[in-house]
């Protein structure tokens, strides 16, 4: 399943963003085993934020105190997508947003390595102007 993330755009510091991660076509975003949220700043390495899994339902976060503290990560049964609420937005937050399904891994510290996402999509661009 490839899925596809939306929702970026140019805000100032301190605002907020819902970004949104869809299945393309009529796939649905739960069929996967997991999702995850990444960004990629201009130079820097691809970087976890978040993921979700359903089974069980479970989230997991960057260890990151400003990610943690501002950022949290949700499904929309209803809308077929698993979202990324982003708040009090600081333009060291400005990357490119992308999300992934979980393709191997099983253990708990699995979650956290990029390298068990794949199908990546186009990314979303997140600006944050000071």
């Known amino acids: 399943?490839?899925?596809?993330?939306?929702?970026?755009?140019?805000v100032q510091a301190g605002d907020s963003l819902r970004l949104s991660c869809a299945a393309s076509g009529r796939a649905s975003i739960f069929?996967?085993?997991a999702v995850g949220w990444f960004r990629?700043?201009?130079g820097k390495?691809?970087?976890?934020?978040?993921?979700?899994?359903w089974r069980p339902s479970r989230t997991y976060y960057a260890e990151s105190d400003s990610v943690r503290d501002r950022?949290?990560?949700?499904?929309?049964?209803?809308?077929?997508t698993v979202d990324l609420q982003m708040n009090n937005l600081d333009p060291e937050d400005t990357a490119v947003y992308y999300c992934?399904?979980?393709v191997r891994g099983l253990t708990p510290r699995s979650y956290y390595v990029v390298d068990n996402?794949?199908?990546?999509?186009?990314?979303?661009?997140?600006?944050v102007s000071s």
């Open 1 to 10: 399943v490839q899925l596809q993330a939306s929702g970026g755009g140019l």
């Open 71 to 80: 950022f949290t990560i949700s499904e929309d049964n209803a809308k077929n």
């Open 31 to 33: 069929s996967t085993w």
């Open 117 to 127: 996402y794949a199908n990546w999509g186009r990314g979303t661009q997140v600006t």
């Open 45 to 53: 390495d691809r970087e976890f934020i978040a993921a979700i899994t």
């Open 100 to 102: 992934a399904p979980k």
């Open 40 to 42: 990629q700043a201009p």
